[in-house]
């Protein structure tokens, strides 16, 4: 049984589309996070949401926006797809802010032509 | 801001070597300080933590050593093997925070 799945694992579109990527996490975590991973391989957090409240917003384009229907699921919605958008894009899950660490999903790998 | 800064940008060790990967942090508001391992098409996985109440911790050929005064910890993998090829981060988080922040991640090749 996957711990935290996400949906697609690929994506190619064109610039100016709008596509979603979809998170479920079934370890019974009250917080879920959308980080993205960029070329170089460096890992930045995106949103989190505890309990469906979300938490963190970093600095984020407003085309991008997550929603948690409930505390299991995290999807997340762009908008206006640009180049620059292109990367992997990793869901996780954690009890009570992370102290015992996160679960990552195996990422969404994200392509914008 | 880099908060976590991670040493070196790539490594390679022979097998049986020790790998030894450090990081550097200045919040001293973080309170827990956790590696990952990632492989490639893969999410990165939980390796091994530690708390800043102590100074080192062993989990079977990985050791995380922490010292607090000079806020800096690292990543030791004793009697490498090629197994262990992978990229490695050593990440950060503040108390009551409810994110991790990242260092810049470690390729490690072990060569056979």
């Known amino acids: 049984d996957t711990a935290v799945s996400q949906t697609p694992k690929y994506l190619v579109t064109q610039m100016g589309n709008d596509k979603s990527i979809k998170c479920e996490q079934n370890l019974g975590h009250d917080t879920m996070y959308w980080y993205k991973q960029d070329s170089k391989k460096f890992l930045k957090i995106m949103f989190s949401?505890?309990?469906?409240?979300?938490?963190i917003n970093e600095t984020v384009p407003n085309r991008f926006s997550p929603k948690s229907p409930d505390k299991a699921h995290l999807n997340l919605h762009i908008n206006s797809l640009e180049l620059g958008d292109s990367a992997v894009y990793f869901c996780?899950?954690?009890?009570?802010?992370?102290?015992?660490?996160?679960?990552f999903g195996s990422g969404t790998r994200l392509t914008v032509v | 801001q880099q908060q976590v800064k991670q040493s070196p940008q790539s490594l390679i060790v022979q097998k049986g070597g020790i790998s030894i990967i450090n990081c550097a942090y200045e919040?001293?508001?973080?309170?827990?300080f956790p590696w990952y391992q990632q492989f490639p098409g893969k999410g990165p996985a939980l390796l091994i933590a530690i708390r800043p109440d102590v100074s080192e911790k062993k989990e079977g050929r990985f050791t995380i050593s922490f010292n607090k005064s000079a806020k800096q910890f690292s990543l030791h993998i004793m009697d490498s093997q090629p197994g262990d090829s992978a990229t490695y981060f050593c990440a950060a988080r503040g108390q009551g925070a409810q994110k991790l922040v990242f260092g810049q991640g470690t390729r490690l090749t072990i060569n056979p």
């Open positions: 949401y505890n309990n469906k409240e979300l938490i």
């Open positions: 996780a899950s954690s009890q009570s802010g992370g102290s015992n660490g996160y679960t």
């Open positions: 919040n001293t508001a973080f309170d827990y």
